[in-house]
């Protein structure tokens, strides 16, 4: 994952720690994860249709094609 190792993460983890304090780290955590879902859930139905319509287009013989 983007080539970051655990040492790499915890340092993360105590800069972001040291820079809003113990109190706020669940409500960013919450906030974090509301704003995934919401990103997963808006973006879903269009990953979805693509994919619908990635089915309905038939598949063209390139022979068939080549011939005309």
Same mark, same amino acid.
């Given at each position: 994952?983007?080539?970051?190792?655990?040492?790499? =993460?915890v =340092?993360?983890?105590?800069?972001? =720690?040291?820079?809003?304090?113990?109190?706020?780290?669940? @409500?960013?955590?919450?906030? =974090?994860?509301?704003?995934i879902?919401?990103?997963?859930?808006?973006?879903?139905?269009?990953?979805?249709?693509? @994919?619908?319509?990635?089915k309905?287009?038939?598949?063209?013989?390139?022979?068939?094609?080549?011939?005309?």
């Amino acid at each position: 994952m983007f080539g970051l190792g655990v040492p790499e =993460l915890v =340092l993360i983890l105590v800069i972001i =720690l040291v820079l809003f304090g113990a109190k706020n780290l669940p @409500d960013i955590g919450k906030a =974090l994860g509301k704003t995934i879902t919401e990103f997963r859930n808006a973006t879903g139905p269009e990953l979805d249709k693509t @994919d619908t319509a990635k089915k309905e287009i038939p598949a063209v013989d390139k022979k068939e094609e080549s011939r005309k």
